[in-house]
């Protein structure tokens, strides 16, 4: 009988010890929880890894750039002119300042669609493409700029050959105008020598003439004066 009282004794205490066991595992939990759930409101800021959103970066790429409208604000640009002035500007996209010009800002909606899907690799040759092509007509440019910088040094120096051969001509032509000039003085010179001396013998004759004239003058005159017996 003893023996059953102390039994029931020890596991009416073995039952105490394990509520009491079990109600400070619950308070040690709810202090766990109200710990847990008090934290500061402002949580210390970690720096994290940037996130990429492939799916807005699709949007992006599939949706076109904004082309920027054409103002009419006041830009240096070439305008066109009634006037009929050689001088007046043209406003053309065959003008090559006008072109670039305008070209700054033009943008291929239909092409931009298109090119949304290519992968990057293939948008960066292009580009490359571009590029490449950009630079073949700088250079050609340059190249054609360097050409017709020869062709004219090429001119400028035959139109100076041909400025001094023309010098040379005219000094030509002067000096036989000059010699033109001397010969008809001296034919002048001789044909009034010439007449100088047919003019002196002239003269002569008229002075012989006259001289036999006188000779014989006296005995003419008392020829004609003599009295008749």
Same mark, same amino acid.
Request: aromatic share 4%; hydrophobic share 35%.
């Given at each position: ?42 949580? @210390? /800021?970690?720096?994290? @890894?940037?996130?990429?959103?492939? /799916? ?7 949706? @076109? ?11 240096? !640009? @070439? ?27 033009? /943008? ?11 992968? /990057? ?11 490449? !092509? ?36 005219? *000094? ?47 005995? *003419? ?9």
């Amino acid at each position: 009988m003893d023996d059953i009282l102390a039994d029931d004794l020890f596991g009416s205490m073995k039952i105490g010890k394990n509520k009491k066991r079990a109600s400070k595992k619950a308070r040690i939990k709810t202090e766990a929880t109200t710990t847990k759930v008090i934290e500061p409101e402002h949580p @210390p /800021v970690t720096e994290q @890894p940037p996130v990429i959103d492939l /799916v807005e970066e699709d949007l992006v790429k599939a949706t @076109p750039p904004h082309i920027p409208e054409e103002t009419t604000s006041l830009e240096h !640009v @070439p305008t066109t002119t009634t006037s009929t002035s050689t001088d007046a500007p043209v406003r053309s996209i065959l003008t090559l300042k006008f072109g670039l010009l305008k070209s700054k800002d033009v /943008v291929f909606t239909e092409e931009v669609t298109r090119w949304a899907d290519l992968p /990057v690799a293939q948008l960066g040759a292009r580009a490359t493409t571009h590029c490449m !092509v950009v630079n073949s007509s700088i250079h050609a440019l340059a190249y054609q700029s360097e050409v017709n910088l020869k062709r004219a040094l090429e001119a400028e120096e035959s139109s100076r050959n041909a400025h001094t051969e023309l010098n040379l001509a005219r *000094s030509e032509i002067n000096q036989l105008k000059n010699d033109m000039r001397a010969k008809k003085e001296l034919l002048t010179l001789l044909i009034t020598e010439n007449e100088l001396e047919e003019r002196e013998a002239a003269l002569k004759r008229e002075i012989k003439n006259l001289k036999t004239h006188v000779r014989n003058g006296p005995k *003419s005159c008392f020829k004609r004066w003599r009295r008749p017996r």
